[in-house]
């Protein structure tokens, strides 16, 4: 393995959405990852290849209901720095998989827990999914068209954003602690946190009263007619991000606007709705890819809106090599670049094997039962 977290064991327990993608994450960054899938249920290969958010892993089905895939888990658990479980509170402890258990036998080990509603409150048991999370963050109302219904943003805000990436934020902070301490810890991840934490910046405009309370109606919500999306004459689509007073000067020239007196107040909110028809028509008389060749060079703040086969071929992505293939599958390499310990080009997951099981400190007993039963 190569990476900063060359060395590093993370155990992965359970879970879709957030618990894979930073398991994803750690593998990408040069952890060792073991993945405990379900028994009876191993994708083909074909399914693998797909699974983008697998990728770098070792998978091992083991049945955790049962005494022997306690036992092998546990014996996992001993040898790990990291167990990353993302289950409802309590399945864990009903599992024999809880944390006392695994930090009694292995005090250095932190337990990351991957929750929507966290491991207390009222709401901690209750089902739900990334739109329920965000939603009550605060995060979802601020996301739409004014008068019209909250649009949810993907699964980008509550599992991935503040779920997956701000666990791993944890464990590596713990990895840290550790170091000072010689202790692991418990780290409680919670999605509907998490996605309050990352609308920390709006919560304050709000306070500070530059922020109204309805959806599109604020300059980084759709509202301006300087950051916003515009259709193009092709159909497609153009983004525009010109905050700055240099840079909506920049747009004006490029729109050729720069003498229109309607454009000259461009903070009067009031004036936002009709200067966003007025830069709507200027955008559909030409296609996007016209509009950007004319941008090119300009600190002007426009990018084309790519679609998924658009992005990984746009040249900057691949000047960068920002996308990677793995097995046959074009997807996102791994992120942030590293200049002395750079990940290596990631793999689809793959098996357990023998050997992977007793270098990690498995039983000769335990692991012929685990691989007979597979």
Not at 82 to 93: A, S, T
Not at 237 to 262: H, K, M, R, T, W
Not at 287 to 314: F, K, N, Q, T, Y
Request: with cysteine; charged share 20%; glycine share 12%.
């Amino acid at each position: 393995m190569t990476g900063p977290l060359s060395g590093i064991r993370v155990l992965e327990a359970g879970g879709i959405g957030p618990a894979p993608f930073c398991g994803m994450v750690l593998a990408d960054l040069g952890a060792e990852v073991i993945q405990v899938t379900r028994q009876g249920a191993a994708p083909t290969a074909t399914a693998s290849a797909f699974d983008v958010t697998g990728r770098g892993r070792l998978r091992l089905p083991l049945d955790l209901r049962s005494e022997a895939g306690t036992r092998a888990a546990l014996e996992l658990a001993d040898a790990a720095d990291i167990l990353i479980e993302g289950f409802r509170p309590g399945v864990m402890e009903r599992l024999g998989l809880g944390p006392d258990t695994c930090l009694q036998r292995n005090p250095r080990l932190i337990y990351g827990r991957m929750t929507g509603w966290g491991q207390t409150g009222r709401l901690a048991s209750t089902a739900g999914h990334d739109i329920n999370y965000i939603a009550l963050s605060g995060v979802l109302h601020a996301i739409g068209k004014p008068g019209e219904p909250p649009v949810p943003p993907l699964n980008l805000v509550g599992d991935y954003g503040g779920g997956a990436m701000l666990l791993a934020v944890g464990l590596l902070a713990a990895l840290q602690e550790r170091n000072v301490s010689g202790r692991g810890q418990v780290i409680d991840a919670a999605m509907s946190e998490g996605s309050a934490l990352l609308a920390s910046l709006f919560y304050g405009m709000r306070a500070s009263g530059r922020w109204s309370g309805g959806r599109g109606e604020n300059h980084l919500d759709g509202g301006a007619h300087f950051y916003n999306s515009y259709r193009c004459a092709d159909g497609k689509y153009l983004s525009v991000a010109a905050n700055e007073p240099q840079f909506y000067a920049e747009l004006l020239q490029l729109c050729g606007l720069a003498g229109d007196a309607e454009f000259q107040q461009q903070w009067d909110r009031a004036r936002w709705p009709a200067l966003k028809d007025r830069l709507a028509a200027v955008f559909a008389t030409d296609s996007r890819d016209a509009w950007c060749a004319r941008a090119e060079g300009r600190d002007v703040c426009i990018a084309p809106v790519l679609d998924w086969g658009e992005a990984p071929a746009h040249p900057h992505h691949a000047e960068r090599g920002a996308f990677v293939e793995v097995g046959g599958v074009t997807q996102p390499a791994p992120a942030p670049r590293f200049s002395r310990t750079p990940p290596a080009h990631p793999k689809a997951a793959v098996d357990a094997d023998a050997a992977a099981l007793q270098a990690w400190g498995m039983r000769a007993k335990t692991i012929a039962g685990v691989l007979r039963r597979r």
